[in-house]
C-alpha cells in the first residue's frame, strides 16, 4: 500500500474522505500526512509551528521513571500526546488536543478541538473549540450539519452534547 504502510505508527489517527487518505501522527510530533488511495504520500505538514502545538513541544518531558512516597520505583510511559482524537466533517479536519489544567498546571486535560480548513492541500486554523469542562475529553463526532458535537467526558463518566459556532 506505498509509502502510507511505511509512514503510519501506532498513535495515529488515518481517515478519509473517499478521494484521499489522512493519516494524523498524534504522540510526540503534531503531524499530517495525506496519501493518495493508493497510499502515496502528496504531502505532509507538520503543525508544531503553531503555538498551541510549540508550547507543548517546548515543555521539559517528564521521566520515565516515578518514585512513590514509599519508595517504589514505577516505569511510566514518556510520550507526548498532540492528538487524543480526529474526525474529518464536511472538508473539515477537527482535532481533539491537549491543554494544560487552569485550575492545576501539573495537570493535563484534554478539552479543546481545533478546527482546521483544507487549503491546497495544507490545513489551515480556522476554529478553536474550547469544551465546558476542566476535564478529560477521550472521544468526540461533529454531526447535525457540523452544528454539534458530542463527547465522551472521562473523569466524570459523562456522554455530552454542545452546540458549535460555525465558522
Excluded at 506505498?2 to 487518505?21: L, N, P, R
Amino acid at each position: 500500500m506505498g509509502e502510507i504502510a511505511k509512514t503510519v505508527t501506532m498513535g495515529s489517527h488515518v481517515i478519509s474522505d473517499g478521494k484521499t487518505i489522512y493519516s494524523i501522527y498524534g504522540e510526540n510530533l503534531p503531524l499530517i500526512q495525506t496519501f493518495d488511495l493508493t497510499g502515496n504520500l502528496l504531502y505532509s505538514q507538520d503543525l508544531s509551528e503553531l503555538k498551541i502545538f510549540s508550547d507543548r513541544l517546548a515543555q521539559k518531558a517528564k521521566s520515565g521513571v516515578k518514585i512513590s512516597g514509599t519508595g517504589n520505583i514505577k516505569l511510566r510511559a514518556t510520550g507526548r500526546v498532540f492528538v487524543q482524537d480526529a474526525q474529518l466533517f464536511q472538508e473539515k479536519l477537527y482535532l481533539l488536543i491537549p491543554q494544560q489544567s487552569k485550575k492545576d498546571g501539573n495537570r493535563t486535560l484534554f478539552n479543546k478541538i481545533l478546527v482546521f480548513k483544507n487549503q491546497d492541500m495544507s490545513w489551515e486554523l480556522s476554529q478553536e473549540i474550547q469544551l465546558p469542562i476542566d476535564g478529560t475529553y477521550l472521544t468526540f463526532k461533529v454531526y447535525d450539519d457540523g452544528k454539534k458535537l458530542v463527547t465522551f467526558e472521562n473523569v466524570n463518566g459523562n456522554i455530552e452534547s454542545f452546540g458549535i459556532d460555525k465558522q
